[in-house]
């Protein structure tokens, strides 16, 4: 177990900056979470981080030690890889022996351990095939019982679920995080997906442009955007951003409160708030309505998600009166696109 810490990381490529001053902590034993799109500089991080790549300029702690000039095997770090690297012409055994053989280890404690992290991930049964052999969920947990045995400082992993399918994912979503909790490692692990991130994470660093925008519990991270960048790129569908008299005024989908829905406890009162269904989409676990809010902004296409116990028969083409706490909008700057103070919803429009 151990910190690690990057102060003003950076890393240029030809022309291109795909890591632009990362200032990052992870905890002792936490389980971090970096998300964010395609290209924001995800595997760069890591990859720097486990010095596999150089950085620009910057620095990287590890346990509370400068390690810019060790090389990846003295960094204590192991790293698992979208596409778990497995050797395939190696048994399951001799995968998850290979980094101790490599080390030199003597052979009986080579057993010992190959032995206790087959138990510890259930593939006691595999020991003897080859990947091939084995399910995407199988593999996933080979390679992971191969990064461990050597017992890492920290973890490392680049979206190791992405080649599972959605049902497998969620259980090994699961699992992952009820190993991290045993061996208490402190894990950094890379994804796109915000479910994931939710899911996994003690904190998300929302990754874009090679900055981070935001660092927060999950729900934090959720509940309190600090952009307009973080407040779209959490949640599904993601919170509406409405433009109302020169601010964007943001409200996530399932705060709209349909008539007869149960307003919620302690977040002040709900005030009146008129919604006019254009379409009904019915997902089987609720609903999801497209329509617009006439006093506000008839131009705006917004989204709201209904529970599936909310039993109002509601319809396109027609208006109704829905809720909203005003403790619920959020405030951002059109220009910078940065959170500002909350200030009362202005007035509606005629009607
Ligand atoms: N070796 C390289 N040479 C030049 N540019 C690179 C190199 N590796 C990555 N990049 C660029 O740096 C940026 C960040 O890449 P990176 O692989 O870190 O993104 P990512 O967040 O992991 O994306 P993904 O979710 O698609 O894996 C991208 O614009 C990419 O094209
Ligand atoms: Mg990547």
Do not use: W
């Not at 095939?129 to 045995?149: D, I």
């Amino acid at each position: 177990m151990a910190t690690v810490e990057t102060r003003a990381l950076r890393k240029e490529f030809t022309g291109h900056t795909a890591v632009d001053g990362v200032d990052l902590t992870i905890n002792e034993g936490e389980f971090l979470v970096l998300l964010g799109p395609s290209g924001c500089g995800k595997t760069t991080l890591l990859r720097m981080i486990a010095g596999l790549e150089s950085q620009t300029s910057g620095d990287i702690l590890i346990g509370g030690r400068v390690v810019n000039d060790l090389p990846p095997r003295a960094r204590k770090i192991a790293m698992v890889f979208q596409s778990y690297a497995l050797y395939p012409h190696l048994s399951v055994a001799k995968n998850i022996a290979f980094p101790l053989k490599a080390q030199g280890a003597p052979r009986e404690s080579i057993a010992g351990e190959v032995d206790r992290a087959a138990k510890m991930f259930g593939i006691e049964r595999l020991l003897h095939r080859k990947p091939r052999q084995l399910s995407g969920g199988e593999r996933q947990r080979v390679a992971l019982a191969r990064a461990m045995v050597r017992h890492p400082d920290v973890f490392l992993l680049d979206e190791p679920l992405s080649n599972l399918d959605a049902k497998l994912r969620n259980l090994a979503r699961d699992e992952l995080k009820q190993f991290q909790r045993r061996l208490g490692t402190t894990t950094l692990y890379v994804t796109h997906d915000q479910v994931e991130a939710m899911g996994l994470g003690d904190r998300i660093a929302v990754m874009s442009g090679g900055t981070v925008r935001q660092l927060g519990r999950p729900q934090e991270v959720y509940d309190e955007p600090a952009d307009t960048f973080v407040a779209g790129f959490l949640g599904s569908p993601p919170m509406n951003l409405v433009p109302v008299d020169g601010v964007l005024v943001g409200f996530r989908p399932e705060q709209l409160l349909a008539p007869g829905a149960p307003a919620s406890e302690g977040v002040g009162p709900a005030v009146p708030m008129r919604f006019a269904v254009e379409r009904v989409e019915n997902l089987g676990a609720g609903r999801l309505l497209y329509g617009t809010l006439p006093d506000h902004a008839p131009d705006q296409k917004i989204i709201v998600s209904l529970a599936y116990t909310v039993h109002s028969s509601i319809e396109a083409g027609r208006t109704y009166d829905f809720r909203m706490h005003e403790s619920n909008l959020k405030f951002f700057d059109p220009g910078t696109g940065r959170r500002v103070p909350a200030r009362p919803l202005p007035a509606r429009r005629s009607a």
